[in-house]
């Protein structure tokens, strides 16, 4: 009783954070209606689960208690709606002593939808991952199960709601826009404020610390960032997946990188092929070093191009597989990163260098091509470089899988403000349906930036974004774009 006691007694210190009886409304949020919350079923369950296992007990400290509703009533500030997580429930629970039980349990029940969607990009900006383990924890029962096992209930509610650097520093940017009158009200909202929020959500897709070692692939800039805890991060130019065919939103884990690849040719470009053999005859087919497979499984026997009907292929009618032997002129160039996955996407070397030096690098068919593919794989394999061999294709397993998530930024935090891209996928439109504000409008050339929004970002933000390499950005589009 005297925990129950102890949650009673800390509303006096809520009142100092703003409480009352009724749910307020953050000035911050004023005039948008922020993204609301679904409480799934499955989330009611594991509460009663995690509550019927300990007997009962509650869970919360009134400290505890005081960070969470504080969370609740502040979840404008991460673009979500107060309103979704039962805040007048929970209040009115607060003022009676008999329901101490019934609130240890309502605050559970929020805890877990605050989390989960914190955690959780809106539909239109969901991130594939390859390998679950590499998504931020919203598992109801696994959170409150931690929480529960918590030393300090207080710190571990800190370290618990952290994000990843880059969300924090537009969270941040966000915050100080909004204090300095950004918020406008009305039905088209503002536009800076939706490009904040929909690379917020976004950016929910990245857990806190995503480990010693990763690698970061923006397509909205067409950059890559190798990022190593203790050492400065690196940076090269990447070519990613045209409008029509985007790099989608994934994290896998790169596991293996294969010397002298084959390249797969996609269906699209075995049609065209087949088109030209109709027209032309089977020369090209040689002369591009092309093989013709029977099927995509590890006992497919080669055709010859006369088993093949180019009719049917051209038209689509008929499956073939055909690739392009290893070699100088291989398409995949000297190497490619695994990260085995249904989509079919990867990145890889390439024999066509000069498209780097382009600003606009949306030119592949959804693969990443990077600038500098032994530099990537000196670094993946620990500074150990390939073997030397014969020219034909072979694997070379990681020391350890290295993680790789595949973003689409159109505004990036760094040490000076706020980079903001065009939205050439158009993603941030999809977003404007789910976040109630309009698009912001960008230069002709596809930058802006939105000015000094992280001046009251702490040293330690500052530190944490500078860590992970993406600032300070280029306030102009250079050479080095």
Not at 254 to 281: F, H, K, Q, S, T
Not at 348 to 355: E, S, V
Request: proline share 8%.
């Amino acid at each position: 009783m005297g925990t129950v006691k102890l949650i009673l007694a800390s509303f006096a210190v809520a009142g100092l954070l703003g409480f009352s009886g009724d749910v307020p409304v953050s000035r911050a949020g004023a005039g948008l209606a922020e993204l609301p919350v679904r409480q799934p079923l499955a989330m009611d369950a594991a509460v009663q689960q995690f509550y019927h296992e300990r007997n009962g007990r509650a869970l919360w400290t009134g400290s505890s208690a005081v960070i969470i509703l504080h969370w609740l009533r502040s979840a404008a500030e991460e673009g979500l709606d107060p309103a979704s997580f039962d805040l007048a429930h929970l209040l009115k629970l607060s003022r009676d002593p008999l329901a101490a039980p019934a609130f240890d349990r309502a605050l559970s029940r929020s805890f877990v939808t605050y989390l989960h969607a914190l955690r959780s990009p809106t539909p239109g900006a969901t991130t594939t991952y390859v390998d679950a383990r590499l998504a931020p924890e919203t598992r109801p029962l696994a959170l409150l199960e931690a929480a529960a096992a918590a030393p300090s209930q207080p710190a571990h509610l800190v370290a618990i709601r952290r994000m990843h650097p880059l969300y924090e520093g537009l969270r941040n940017a966000l915050l100080t826009y909004r204090q300095r009158g950004g918020a406008i009200s009305g039905p088209n909202g503002n536009r800076t404020e939706q490009r904040l929020l929909a690379n917020m959500d976004r950016l929910r897709a990245l857990p806190a610390d995503p480990g010693d070692r990763y690698i970061l692939v923006d397509t909205a800039s067409a950059h890559l960032w190798m990022i190593e805890k203790g050492r400065p991060p690196a940076r090269m130019r990447v070519i990613v997946g045209s409008d029509r065919h985007p790099t989608p939103l994934l994290a896998g884990l790169i596991r293996y990188v294969v010397r002298n690849p084959y390249w797969n040719l996609p269906p699209d470009l075995v049609r065209a092929r087949a088109a030209a053999v109709v027209e032309n005859g089977p020369d090209r087919l040689a002369e591009e070093r092309l093989e013709l497979l029977s099927d995509w499984g590890p006992d497919a026997h080669p055709l010859t191009p006369q088993q093949v009907n180019w009719r049917a292929v051209a038209r689509g009618e008929a499956k073939l597989r055909m690739r392009q032997r290893p070699g100088r002129d291989n398409m995949m160039g000297t190497v490619k990163f695994m990260l085995p996955n249904r989509l079919g996407i990867y990145l890889h070397d390439t024999r066509g260098k000069t498209a780097f030096t382009r600003s606009q690098r949306r030119l592949s068919s959804g693969c990443v091509r990077v600038e500098d593919a032994a530099r990537l794989e000196a670094w993946l394999l620990g500074g150990r470089g390939p073997a030397v061999g014969s020219d034909s294709e072979r694997r070379i397993d990681l020391p350890a899988p290295v993680p790789v998530y595949m973003l689409y930024l159109t505004a990036i935090p760094g040490q000076r403000g706020v980079s903001v891209r065009a939205d050439a996928y158009g993603r941030d439109r999809v977003a404007a349906q789910n976040i109630s504000a309009t698009r912001i409008r960008s230069d002709q050339d596809g930058l802006t930036i939105l000015g000094p929004m992280l001046a009251s970002t702490s040293a330690a933000l500052n530190a944490r974004i500078l860590s992970v390499g993406l600032g300070p950005l280029p306030i102009t589009i250079s050479a080095d774009a």
